[in-house]
């Protein structure tokens, strides 16, 4: 016997919004090295270096995104003078704070 698929059926459109929780990255890139070192001061785990492609004598640092990661990183930057972004951590999104 012949698998057979119908086509002639019109289910019309379906609108559906489905929310999916916004799962963090395992890790975090970092792409100055001073705020690589201010990290690695605090205790946070580089877990891979990887090289620039448009400057391979850079390096590009791997953190694991642990709890407070974010939230150090918008200090230290805060801390530089430059705007920075709050991090929600009720809704994962980042919220522009100037």
């Given at each position: 016997m012949e698998d057979t698929v119908e086509n002639d059926v019109d289910v019309g459109k379906v609108?559906?919004?489905v929310e999916y929780p916004r799962i963090p990255k395992p890790s975090k890139?970092?792409?100055s090295p001073m705020l690589a070192k201010h990290l690695l001061g605090k205790g946070y785990v580089i877990t891979d270096l990887k090289q620039k492609r448009e400057a391979p004598s850079e390096s590009i640092?791997?953190?694991r995104n642990d709890a407070g990661l974010m939230d150090d990183v918008l200090a230290w930057k805060a801390s530089k003078?430059?705007?920075v972004k709050s991090w929600d951590n009720g809704n994962k999104?980042?919220?522009n704070k100037e």
């Open positions: 609108d559906v919004e890139l970092i792409f640092f791997v953190f003078g430059e705007v999104e980042i919220i």
